[in-house]
T-cell receptor, first 114, second 114 residues
Framework: DSGVTQTPKHLITATGQRVTLRCSPRSGDLSVYWYQQSLDQGLQFLIQYYNGEERAKGNILERFSAQQFPDLHSELNLSSLELGDSALYFC?????????????FGQGTRLTVV | AQSVAQPEDQVNVAEGNPLTVKCTYSVSGNPYLFWYVQYPNRGLQFLLKYITGDNLVKGSYGFEAEFNKSQTSFHLKKPSALVSDSALYFCAVRDMSGNTPLVFGKGTRLSVIA
């Protein structure tokens, strides 16, 4: 168990809908990262937060947004969902946002858009 | 921009034989390098990392990796493969210079045959 908790584990929703994925980082970790894993694209970095502030942005669509709350949990909001958004979404956390610290991953949320 | 290449989508090895999973990287400065493993329906688990110092890094489950700066490589190795090592392996890189997230390769599926 990595200590990173993601809910829900599975989500099935229709095109055009909006969903929220939740992540609780490991105790003491200030940095949270979101990744999308799909079969053809591998593991794509979406966005990073550090202590409540956005730190880095990757290939995140405008229909997607995220935030990190004062208690350090994070939410990834996906709206106007399309079939192609079906993927495994991972949250990871680390103690600091840079240097040689590894990130610890949650078990992911499998999103299926039908 | 940093990037990682894992040239083999699939590696097959017989149980008891040595295994190598290849990784090459590209960064503007000095790298931090990581290996992660993903078992079916699980999140990514940290295996080992190279920060500085000895080019041979030892990690979990008997895995090790060799950093080669001239070849910009960080190959994962294990002297004797187990069937339980069968999984998806990801190499990742982070640039030392800034607040950059981990960038992952597309993954290599390792299959160890009894």
């Amino acid at each position: 168990d990595s200590g990173v908790t993601q809910t829900p584990k599975h989500l099935i929703t229709a095109t055009g809908q909006r969903v929220t994925l939740r992540c609780s980082p490991r105790s003491g970790d200030l940095s949270v990262y979101w990744y999308q894993q799909s079969l053809d694209q591998g593991l794509q970095f979406l966005i990073q937060y550090y202590n409540g502030e956005e730190r880095a942005k990757g290939n995140i669509l405008e229909r997607f947004s995220a935030q990190q709350f004062p208690d350090l949990h994070s939410e990834l909001n996906l709206s106007s969902l399309e079939l192609g958004d079906s993927a495994l979404y991972f949250c990871a956390s680390s103690v600091v946002s840079q240097m040689g610290t590894e990130a610890f991953f949650g078990q992911g949320t499998r999103l299926t858009v039908v | 921009a940093q990037s990682v290449a894992q040239p083999e989508d699939q590696v097959n090895v017989a149980e008891g034989n040595p295994l190598t999973v290849k990784c090459t990287y590209s960064v503007s400065g000095n790298p931090y390098l990581f290996w992660y493993v993903q078992y079916p329906n699980r999140g990514l688990q940290f295996l080992l990392k190279y920060i500085t110092g000895d080019n041979l890094v030892k990690g979990s489950y008997g895995f090790e990796a060799e950093f080669n700066k001239s070849q910009t490589s960080f190959h994962l190795k294990k002297p004797s493969a187990l069937v339980s090592d069968s999984a998806l392996y990801f190499c990742a890189v982070r640039d030392m210079s800034g607040n950059t997230p981990l960038v992952f390769g597309k993954g290599t599926r390792l299959s160890v045959i009894a």
